[in-house]
């Protein structure tokens, strides 16, 4: 090696990045709903993916609470497939997608990007993502709720919230990382120590993403449908002074990205 090259910035030898995806649904309906209320993206080739989660409470007026984030995750598609060469912008992507969303309804969402050796993400509401590191997790993001399980949704009605409330994050990643994203059927029904379980388990198999996401989606749902299991929902059931046991039936989207070097 040069002399000089071992005096340089670690930026200038760092090694570009790229991610490895999969994802798994699971509707809460199954086969009465087999579109949910969940939404997804995956553009791998842009290095981004999100999630979105339709408010279920729009089915009480008769609204498809899916629609709603579908059609908000195609937006982002489109944005991100027609935006110039460069780094993609989560929030700038969001911002686009909620003006040319008009379908009825609301949702959350969630999205990152892979850029410079981060995770540039814009979150709104309670759907979120985690970076895992050799099985133990170095960062997550919060949740953004008015009051106990009335999250922050972007929507055309006069109550929705705006892009503009979104969280944003940026945060180092590395070769050998795994980030985990879900709506909050994945979060509320299972433990962070519990997910990075799982991605451990399925990166030392070797395991695909996809893989690795469908067995935890099937966590999740396990949990999600038995009625003494111990999970994140009843914790915030508690704090918030309500009466709750067990899992929380919903719909559970998880997408696994496998950080490696280009």
């Not at 709603?68 to 780094?87: P, T």
């Amino acid at each position: 090696m040069d002399i000089a090259a071992r005096f340089l910035p670690n930026r200038s030898r760092e090694r570009e990045l790229k991610m490895v995806c999969g994802a798994f649904y699971i509707p809460k309906g199954k086969s009465s709903k087999p579109q949910g209320d969940d939404a997804h993206f995956i553009c791998e080739e842009k290095n981004t993916f999100g999630v979105a989660d339709g408010v279920g409470g729009w089915s009480k007026s008769g609204v498809d609470a899916g629609q709603y984030a579908r059609e908000l995750m195609a937006n982002c598609v489109k944005e991100i497939e027609n935006a110039e060469k460069g780094e993609v912008d989560p929030r700038r992507v969001l911002d686009e997608a909620y003006r040319n969303t008009n379908a009825e309804g609301s949702s959350t969402a969630c999205i990152l990007t892979l850029t410079n050796n981060h995770a540039v993400v814009a979150n709104v509401g309670d759907s979120g993502f985690m970076v895992i590191r050799e099985g133990k997790e170095v960062f997550k993001s919060s949740i953004q709720q008015h009051t106990f399980n009335c999250p922050y949704q972007l929507g055309n009605a006069t109550r929705s919230d705006s892009p503009n409330l979104a969280q944003m994050y940026r945060t180092p990643v590395k070769p050998g990382d795994v980030i985990v994203m879900g709506t909050d059927g994945l979060l509320d029904n299972m433990f962070s120590e519990d997910i990075c379980v799982v991605v451990k388990m399925m990166t030392e198999s070797s395991s695909e993403p996809q893989q690795a996401a469908w067995v935890i989606a099937e966590h999740a749902y396990n949990n999600s449908v038995d009625s003494l299991a111990a999970t994140p929902f009843v914790q915030a059931a508690v704090m918030a002074g309500k009466d709750h046991l067990g899992g929380k039936a919903d719909d559970i989207t998880v997408i696994v990205a496998y950080v490696v070097a280009k």
